[in-house]
Nanobody, 124 residues
Framework: QVQLVESGGGLVQAGGSLRLSCAAS????????MGWFRQAPGKEREFVTG????????YYSDSVKGRFTISRDNAKTTVYLQMNSLKPEDTAVYYC?????????????????WGQGTQVSVSS
C-alpha cells in the first residue's frame, strides 16, 4: 500500500520561508520520480518542481525558480521542498506526487500516487 504523507505547511508572512516534507512508503522510492504540485482555490493543479531518482536532476516551474528547492533522501524515503521568499501568490494546497520508474514529467496525469496535501498560506 502506497502512502505519501506531507507535513510542514502553515501560515507565513510574505518574504518568509517554509519547508515541506513528504514521507513515502510502499514505493520503490530510489526508482521513483518525485514531484510537488499545488492547487489554489478555483484553479487547476499545477506543477511546481520535480526531482529524479537519485536527486541529480531537478526542474522547476518558472514561477518558483530561484526561490524553491527540491531535495530527497532515499535512505529516509522522504522528499523535501524548501520554499524561500514566499509570495501571497504561492498560497495553495501543496501536494506530493510519485511516478514509479518515471523519467521526468510536469503533467499531473503522469503521476500515479498523491499525498493528501498540506496548506500553505502567505499573507501580504
Amino acid at each position: 500500500q502506497v502512502q505519501l504523507v506531507e507535513s510542514g505547511g502553515g501560515l507565513v508572512q510574505a518574504g518568509g520561508s517554509l519547508r515541506l516534507s513528504c514521507a513515502a512508503s510502499g514505493l520503490p522510492f530510489s526508482s521513483t520520480l518525485m514531484g510537488w504540485f499545488r492547487q489554489a482555490p478555483g484553479k487547476e493543479r499545477e506543477f511546481v518542481t520535480g526531482i529524479s531518482w537519485s536527486g541529480g536532476s531537478t526542474y522547476y516551474s518558472d514561477s518558483v525558480k530561484g526561490r524553491f528547492t527540491i531535495s530527497r533522501d532515499n535512505a529516509k524515503t522522504t522528499v523535501y521542498l524548501q520554499m524561500n521568499s514566499l509570495k501571497p501568490e504561492d498560497t495553495a494546497v501543496y501536494y506530493c506526487a510519485a511516478d514509479p520508474y518515471g523519467l521526468g514529467s510536469k503533467r499531473v496525469a503522469e503521476y500515479d500516487y498523491w499525498g493528501q496535501g498540506t496548506q500553505v498560506s502567505v499573507s501580504s
